[in-house]
């Protein structure tokens, strides 16, 4: 696993490349689209490729942006014919909005209408939502809801009601135990890799960007530090959670003074924030993804994650389902080929697209 991702290709003198890689490698174009009265306007970013075939929705997971979707996007063009428009969620990226800490199951998922029509008008072209985490919860309910009445197919990604609410109560410990803030751009990009966060070097580079910005630091402005994990575990020798990364290595839970016009690069979103949002992210989310009268495709990153509803419905014949090699949460991205392949082969399946070459056959879906 780990071999993969410190592959040579991104190697500089024989160590790891961290340095920070354009969109512009994966994607065609970025935009920036208005959603909403002229007077009072919420402004998307989005990133599309292709020009024909279906349009896969693209919907990150919480604290990510489009960016995650970008290693994906280059492989799944490569198999099929598609278009593709990833968009940062609201409060993510490089979407700007006037209630930011609004993050409803209904507004996320109109939010991804909206936007659709302001890009496609009316009549969009035939497209598939695909969500990853969060969302691919808000795909769900975007497709449960006839948002888009031109949806086709729904994948979601690592998405199961019955493991999400369980793992509600960690989510804080999670956020409270990575660094505030990083020191360059490369060091956030490293720690993803060695943290597990993300387990893929080459997309860690591109959609790192979409997770952290640059703040300029006013002389005698603090910047809170991180306290370190205590259970972290070693793995290749290498700790995981390396204080270097982070602004202060004397004393991490400390606040340190800045020079004036100093920078450092911090979270783009607080997700702490969004606190009383998670349980209505996912509650319902397996029902309503069996109800819902589509195609639908089920990728996890590991079986163990079924929960009742959805172990019935998978017997049942009700969606299809495949479970990818070794990997962590942010499946997309740390197995953007496995990911790709189970995508591809469930467009040519329901004919939805054309093979762009020809593609390893994969017959490794369960009903």
């Known amino acids: 696993m780990w071999e993969e991702n410190f592959d040579t290709e991104h190697e500089v003198s024989g160590k790891p490349d961290y340095s920070p890689v354009s969109w512009r490698e994966y994607f ?5 689209v208005n959603v909403g009265p002229a007077d009072s306007r919420d402004v998307f970013r989005i990133y599309k490729a292709g020009s024909d075939g279906p349009l896969l929705v693209l919907l990150h997971g919480g604290g990510h942006s489009a960016l995650s979707w970008a290693v994906f996007t280059t492989a799944i063009a490569s198999r099929v014919n598609c278009r593709v428009l990833a968009m940062d969620l609201r409060g993510h990226g490089g979407t700007l909005v006037r209630q930011s800490d609004d993050f409803s199951t209904q507004t996320m998922s109109s939010d991804v209408a909206n936007v659709i029509r302001s890009c496609y008008g009316e009549t969009p ?11 691919g919860a808000i795909a ?8 888009l009445p031109t949806t086709v197919g729904l994948v979601a990604i690592d998405v199961v009601e019955g493991s999400a609410m369980e793992a509600l109560h960690i989510i804080q410990n999670f956020l409270k135990g990575r660094p505030k803030s990083f020191k360059s751009m490369d060091h956030a990009i490293e720690w993803s890799v060695k943290s597990g966060q993300i387990r893929n070097l080459e997309s860690a580079r591109v959609s790192m960007v979409g997770q952290i910005k640059r703040c300029e630091v006013e002389e005698a402005d603090t910047v809170e530090q991180a306290t370190p994990v205590t259970d972290v575990v070693v793995e290749r020798n290498e700790e995981f959670y390396d204080q270097s990364y982070v602004n202060d290595k ?3 839970a400390s606040e340190v003074s800045l020079n004036e016009g100093q920078s450092v690069y911090k979270w783009r979103i607080d997700l702490s924030k969004s606190e009383k949002y998670w349980d209505g992210w996912f509650r319902g989310t397996s029902n309503l993804f069996l109800a819902c009268n589509l195609p639908k495709l089920l990728l996890l990153s590991g079986i163990n994650r079924l929960d009742r509803d959805l172990t019935i419905g998978q017997m049942q014949g009700k969606f299809m389902m495949q479970v990818l090699p070794p990997c962590g949460h942010a499946v997309q991205e740390d197995r953007p080929d496995k990911v790709a392949e189970a995508v591809a082969a469930f467009l040519l399946r329901h004919k939805f697209s054309e093979a762009r070459r020809e593609t390893r056959s994969s017959n490794s879906f369960t009903r």
Request: charged share 15%.
């Open 250 to 252: 004397e004393n991490a």
């Open 28 to 32: 065609d174009q970025m935009e920036d």
């Open 140 to 147: 769900v309910h975007t497709a449960s809801n006839m948002l």
């Open 125 to 135: 072209p035939p497209l598939i939502l695909i969500g990853h985490g969060v969302g």
